[in-house]
Nanobody, 118 residues
Framework: QAQLVESGGGLVQAGGSLRLSCAASGIIFSSYVMAWYRQAPGKQRELVARITSGGSTNVADSVKGRFTISRDNAKNTVYLQMNSLKPEDTAVYYC????????????WGQGTQVTVSS
């Protein structure tokens, strides 16, 4: 059974850093495009960053230069390093796994709260 477990969220002051982790189990991790999404109160869920099995990345314009996505296929884990955090980064962050990037076999984590105080 596929499972994605996020960790690393919390409360941080503006300008600070956090690193989110997402540990995957029950899937062939290397065959999945991994991504981080976020959802702020009253807003739609939005893509933050994604990474292919080969390590190619895409990052949303709103976080470009501040957030970095990476993965360790040996550990079945994807990371999101978040630097220079802003209050507008406050949201629940979700890990997403999409097999081959085809959006036909997709799994979600339970989410981790990130709160940035001003």
């Amino acid at each position: 059974q596929a499972q994605l477990v996020e960790s690393g969220g919390g409360l941080v002051q503006a300008g600070g850093s956090l690193r989110l982790s997402c540990a995957a189990s029950g899937i062939i991790f290397s065959s999945y495009v991994m991504a981080w999404y976020r959802q702020a109160p009253g807003k739609q869920r939005e893509l933050v960053a994604r990474i292919t099995s080969g390590g190619s990345t895409n990052v949303a314009d709103s976080v470009k230069g501040r957030f970095t996505i990476s993965r360790d296929n040996a550990k079945n884990t994807v990371y999101l390093q978040m630097n220079s955090l802003k209050p507008e980064d406050t949201a629940v962050y979700y890990c997403n796994a999409d097999q081959f990037g085809l959006k036909t076999t997709v799994f979600w984590g339970q989410g981790t709260q990130v709160t940035v105080s001003s």
